[in-house]
């Protein structure tokens, strides 16, 4: 499921299926998508920054056409502990090798994958103070 926003409408909270994993999206070429994410945020919560929310930054591929540095959303993963992703979805094999993490990401934060948890998972993802 997809939304352009949070909160999300309470009206269909019966309908809406378990949430296993959020995937921000943002747009690098776009300062209003920072902003949106970051506005978001504020309605997620506590418990899904345990290694069930990542970052995806699109656009990447395209460094003259930035919007947001780079950085700002490096900072946010860490504020958040959670993973960032960079990908160029203009690009097939980088599409399809995103979505193929994400759904890997999915089935991890979902309880799908045996012994493997989303906080041992996203704490494996986290770069060490040795790197």
């Known amino acids: 499921h997809l939304a352009t926003s949070l909160p999300l409408p309470s009206e269909r909270d019966h309908l809406r299926p378990r949430i296993d994993l959020v995937v921000f999206m943002i747009d690098i070429k776009s300062k209003y998508s920072l902003k949106n994410v970051e506005t978001s945020l504020a309605y997620v919560d506590a418990r899904f920054f345990l290694g069930k929310?990542?970052?995806?930054?699109?656009?990447?591929?395209?460094?003259?056409?930035?919007?947001?540095?780079?950085?700002?959303?490096?900072?946010l993963g860490e504020t958040y502990c959670s993973p960032v992703l960079f990908c160029e979805l203009?690009?097939?094999?980088?599409?399809?090798?995103?979505?193929?993490?994400?759904?890997?990401m999915l089935r991890i934060c979902a309880g799908l994958v045996p012994g493997?948890?989303?906080?041992?998972?996203?704490?494996?993802m986290r770069k060490s103070d040795d790197d």
């Not at 493997?116 to 494996?124: G, Q």
């Open 53 to 75: 929310v990542c970052f995806l930054v699109t656009g990447v591929g395209r460094v003259n056409a930035c919007s947001i540095e780079t950085n700002a959303v490096c900072k």
């Open 90 to 104: 203009e690009l097939e094999g980088v599409r399809a090798a995103t979505a193929q993490r994400l759904v890997r």
């Open 116 to 124: 493997v948890s989303a906080l041992s998972f996203v704490s494996l």
